[in-house]
Antibody, heavy 119, light 112 residues
Framework: QVQLQESGPGLVKPSETLSLTCTVS????????WSWIRQPPGKGLEYIGS???????NYNPSLKSRVTISVDTSKSQFSLKLTSVTAADTAIYYC?????????????WGRGTLVTVSA | QSVLTQPPSVSGAPGQRVAISCTGS?????????VHWYQQLPGTAPKVLIY???NRPSGVPGRFSASRSGSSASLVITGLQAEDEADYYC????????????FGGGTTLTVL
């Protein structure tokens, strides 16, 4: 059974860098796109970006200047860094797997982790 | 302001049929990009409900169907059940500004 698990600090200070890691278990990290999606409390989903196992990335243009997604295939992990955070970055952060077959969609999600930006 | 527009809420009585629209533009759905739908039950992570415009993953009841036409897509739920009460999101790809996956703003379904 494939599972995704987010981990990282639940509280980040304004202007600092938010760092999260997603650990993939039960399957190879190869041949899929690995993504980050966030959801501010009480609001909708926002795509942050994706990385292919080989390292190529795609980012939401509105966040691109602040986002870096990386992958460590040896640890079956991928990570998110979001710089210069503000209160507007407070959200539940989900990691997700995206298929790369005929259709590109998020077929598997982690449970999500709440990150609060506050001094 | 989401790139894909959904109604904030819809409602229906048990057994009824409801439809949720997802309206895009020439840079996303109208350009032929696929639409996918996700269901988010209260307090849980989203899960894929429909992929590739009209395909149901195994385990998703046949009461859920979807279609795409022009710059819009629709999710239809027939024989509404209490457990269908959730938030529903459409998702596609937008080729403007170097391209990105995009979500609709979400629709809250209330079963009366």
């Amino acid at each position: 059974q494939v599972q995704l698990q987010e981990s990282g600090p639940g509280l980040v200070k304004p202007s600092e860098t938010l760092s999260l890691t997603c650990t993939v278990s039960g399957a190879s990290i190869s041949n899929y796109y690995w993504s980050w999606i966030r959801q501010p409390p009480g609001k909708g989903l926002e795509y942050i970006g994706s990385i292919f196992y080989s390292g190529s990335t795609n980012y939401n243009p509105s966040l691109k200047s602040r986002v870096t997604i990386s992958v460590d295939t040896s640890k079956s992990q991928f990570s998110l860094k979001l710089t210069s955070v503000t209160a507007a970055d407070t959200a539940i952060y989900y990691c997700a797997r995206a298929t790369q077959g005929d259709y590109w969609y998020f077929d598997l999600w982690g449970r999500g982790t709440l990150v609060t930006v506050s001094a | 302001q989401s790139v894909l527009t959904q109604p904030p809420s819809v409602s229906g009585a048990p057994g009824q049929r409801v439809a949720i629209s997802c309206t895009g533009s020439r840079s996303n759905i109208g350009a032929g990009y696929d639409v996918h739908w996700y269901q988010q039950l209260p307090g849980t992570a989203p899960k894929v409900l429909i992929y590739g415009n009209s395909n149901r993953p195994s385990g998703v009841p046949g009461r859920f169907s979807a279609s795409r036409s022009g710059s819009s897509a629709s999710l239809v739920i027939t024989g509404l059940q209490a457990e269908d009460e959730a938030d529903y999101y459409c998702q596609s790809y937008d080729n403007s500004l170097s391209g990105s996956r995009v979500f609709g703003g979400g629709t809250t379904l209330t079963v009366l």
